[in-house]
Nanobody, 117 residues
Framework: QVQLVESGGGLVQAGESLRLSCVAS???????????MGWYRQAPGKQRDLVAH???????TYADSVKGRFTISRDNGKNTVYLQMNSLKPEDTAVYYC????????WGQGTQVTVSS
């Protein structure tokens, strides 16, 4: 079983930056394999949507709305995935969830990001 813990969310003004972290523990840590991981977000009353994803070979994808502003990266030694969010906009306000894929799909509890104008 894999446990994911997100952190780094908070309240910021438009134009500021945040960095989210997701630490994975469990199977991936014990066998030293590289999973496919990503970040999703869900605003109140809306569906959960893809923000960014990093595949096992390091290839990345981004939602059109965050291209050029957000960057996903990982530290394999720390079993951690990051989401650097720059030039934040009020429409980025949502709960951000870490997603882990390795045979089965796992989700973190989420971290709140609120961007005020």
């Amino acid at each position: 079983q894999v446990q994911l813990v997100e952190s780094g969310g908070g309240l910021v003004q438009a134009g500021e930056s945040l960095r989210l972290s997701c630490v994975a523990s469990g199977a991936s840590g014990s066998i030293f394999s590289i999973p496919s991981m990503g970040w999703y977000r869900q605003a109140p009353g809306k569906q959960r949507d893809l923000v960014a994803h990093i595949y096992r070979d390091g290839t990345t994808t981004y939602a059109d709305s965050v291209k050029g502003r957000f960057t996903i990266s990982r530290d394999n030694g720390k079993n951690t995935v990051y989401l650097q969010m720059n030039s934040l906009k009020p429409e980025d306000t949502a709960v951000y969830y870490c997603r882990y894929v390795s045979g089965r799909i796992y989700w973190g509890q989420g971290t709140q990001v609120t961007v005020s104008s």
